[in-house]
């Protein structure tokens, strides 16, 4: 039930969100997106999966840097924030929209040289988060990693209550995980775990690396 409800919420919200995030100022969702993608580094050739992908932001930038031998899969639950990604990406043929659970990745094992999921990770329930976690690090080739980009806490009093407010409507527990220690999810999947941030500092990128060889270190 919950769930049908979120589906239908942001099927409802996809018909606003570019507009909603152009509010916030073009130029910096501009330079997060330029970070992200630096960070990631696609080579030509290479398959990324963009989970969470909602309207498709990042979809056209990694096409172009994967080139017409790579691939670029966007991932999400919502068929509404899917139609508006078509909309942008049906030009790019390396470009594929997968309507999917994040918990459950549709993928082969080992296909993917990068997972990307740009401010939606913390949006995920606990349970959730962590079975998207596991399935990310399957999907991954080896010595590859995924790349999750959120905000870090703001400065301004203002936007940082906003922020707050944001972490608390996830439920207590996971606000309070957030701000303690945001790796640990990831530090109990992955084999490396690395936190960066932006030039900017207001935004971030934690980095969970899968090794050779090693698909389920917390034997899970």
Same mark, same amino acid.
């Given at each position: 039930?919950?769930?049908?409800?979120?589906?239908?919420?942001?099927?409802?919200?996809?018909?606003?969100?570019?507009?909603?995030?152009?509010?916030?100022?073009?130029?910096?969702?501009?330079?997060?997106?330029?970070?992200?993608?630096?960070?990631?580094?696609?080579?030509?050739?290479?398959?990324?999966?963009?989970?969470?992908?909602?309207?498709?932001? $990042? +979809?056209?930038?990694? *096409?172009? !840097?994967?080139? #017409?031998?790579? @691939?670029?899969?966007?991932?999400? &639950?919502?068929?509404?924030?899917?139609?508006?990604?078509?909309?942008?990406?049906?030009?790019?043929?390396?470009?594929?929209?997968?309507?999917?659970?994040?918990?459950?990745?549709?993928?082969?094992?080992?296909?993917?040289?990068?997972?990307?999921?740009?401010?939606?990770?913390?949006?995920?329930?606990?349970?959730?988060?962590?079975?998207?976690?596991?399935?990310?690090?399957?999907?991954?080739?080896?010595?590859?990693?995924?790349?999750?980009?959120?905000?870090?806490?703001?400065?301004?009093?203002?936007?940082?209550?906003?922020?707050?407010?944001? $972490? +608390?409507?996830?439920? *207590?527990? !996971?606000?309070? #995980?957030?701000? @303690?220690?945001?790796?640990?999810? &990831?530090?109990?999947?992955?084999?490396?775990?690395?936190?960066?941030?932006?030039?900017?500092?207001?935004?971030?990128?934690?980095?969970?690396?899968?090794?050779?060889?090693?698909?389920?270190?917390?034997?899970?």
């Amino acid at each position: 039930m919950i769930r049908k409800y979120r589906v239908k919420y942001y099927n409802a919200f996809s018909h606003v969100y570019d507009r909603f995030i152009a509010l916030h100022s073009k130029d910096l969702q501009q330079a997060a997106r330029n970070f992200l993608i630096s960070t990631v580094n696609p080579s030509p050739g290479d398959t990324i999966v963009d989970i969470c992908t909602g309207t498709g932001a $990042l +979809l056209p930038h990694y *096409s172009e !840097r994967v080139g #017409e031998q790579g @691939r670029v899969i966007g991932v999400d &639950f919502s068929p509404g924030m899917l139609k508006v990604a078509r909309r942008k990406t049906r030009h790019l043929k390396n470009v594929f929209l997968v309507l999917a659970d994040v918990a459950a990745l549709p993928f082969r094992s080992e296909t993917a040289d990068a997972v990307s999921c740009s401010h939606a990770f913390y949006e995920l329930k606990m349970d959730t988060a962590d079975c998207c976690l596991r399935e990310v690090k399957r999907c991954l080739k080896k010595n590859r990693a995924f790349f999750m980009m959120e905000h870090e806490v703001p400065q301004n009093r203002f936007i940082r209550g906003l922020y707050y407010l944001r $972490l +608390l409507s996830m439920g *207590s527990d !996971r606000m309070k #995980e957030i701000l @303690r220690n945001e790796t640990r999810r &990831f530090e109990a999947i992955f084999d490396s775990v690395e936190k960066v941030v932006s030039p900017s500092g207001k935004s971030k990128i934690i980095i969970g690396r899968k090794k050779e060889g090693d698909l389920n270190r917390e034997g899970k």
